[in-house]
Nanobody, 118 residues
């Protein structure tokens, strides 16, 4: 069973940076992708970024492209989301997720709160 544990959230001023971590365990990740999603108050959950565990290829939502960087450490089985130039509209609970190939996002972490003050 895949287990994902996020950390690194917190309160930061606009323009600041945070790095989120997603520690993965319980399965081989060579055939998986890891994604970051977020849910802001009163809004639906939205896609932020994704990385292929095997190739390292990435994709981003337009709202974060150029500011956020997703990466992974295959030795530590940990994915990261480096968030720079944060804006108040980035305030949300951020979730790490994993899927096999292009299948459904079956595995989810508990979420970590990111709050950006203006």
């Amino acid at each position: 069973q895949v287990r994902l544990v996020e950390s690194g959230g917190g309160l930061v001023q606009a323009g600041g940076s945070l790095r989120l971590s997603c520690a993965a365990s319980g399965s081989s990740f060579s055939d998986k992708s890891t994604g970051w999603f977020r849910r802001a108050p009163g809004k639906d959950r939205e896609f932020v970024a994704v990385i292929s565990w095997s190739s390292g290829s990435t994709a981003y939502a337009g709202s974060v492209r150029g500011r956020f960087t997703i990466s992974r450490d295959t030795v530590k089985n940990t994915a990261y989301l480096q968030m720079n130039s944060l804006k108040p509209e980035d305030t949300a609970v951020y979730y790490c997720s994993a899927r096999t190939g292009l299948g459904p996002w079956d595995y989810w972490g508990q979420g970590t709160q990111v709050t950006v003050s203006s």
